[in-house]
C-alpha cells in the first residue's frame, strides 16, 4: 500500500502544527479574518485539522463535520478569498518542508471543494 502524504509527514500532530500555522496567517489578513469573527478558532482548527488530514490523504471516514456547503452556508465567500486561502496553505506547507509535489496534491485536494465553499 503505497503511503499517504499525512502519513508521510507525520499525522496527526504535524498536520495540527502545520493548521495553526495557517490560521495565523488567515487570521493577519482582514479581509480573511472577516469570516471568521463569530468563529470559535479552537473548534475551527479541530474540524480543519480533520479535514487537511483527508486533503493529505487520510481516509475520509476520520472526519466528522457537517459537509461543506452546509459549513460555509451564508459566509459569503468569495473565489479570490478562497484562492488567497490556497496560497496561504501552500505557503504553510513549503514552510514546514513539503515537497513540491506534495504540495500540489493536497491543493488540488482541496481545490475539488471549491464550489461547495464558494457563494460569490
Request: proline share 2%; charged share 25%; glycine share 6%.
Amino acid at each position: 500500500m503505497e503511503q499517504t502524504i499525512f502519513d508521510k509527514y507525520g499525522g496527526i500532530p504535524v498536520v495540527t502544527d502545520i493548521v495553526r500555522d495557517f490560521y495565523k496567517r488567515v487570521l493577519r489578513r482582514p479581509n480573511l479574518r472577516r469570516y471568521f469573527l463569530n468563529v470559535e478558532v479552537d473548534h475551527l482548527i479541530q474540524h480543519q485539522v480533520a479535514f487537511v488530514s483527508i486533503a493529505m490523504g487520510r481516509m475520509p471516514h476520520h472526519y466528522v463535520g457537517r459537509n461543506m456547503r452546509l459549513a460555509h452556508q451564508g459566509r459569503g465567500i468569495t473565489g479570490a478569498s478562497f484562492d488567497l486561502m490556497l496560497e496561504l496553505l501552500s505557503d504553510t506547507l513549503k514552510s514546514h518542508e513539503f515537497a513540491d509535489k506534495d504540495i500540489r496534491q493536497v491543493m488540488a485536494n482541496v481545490k475539488k471543494y471549491k464550489s461547495q465553499i464558494v457563494e460569490r
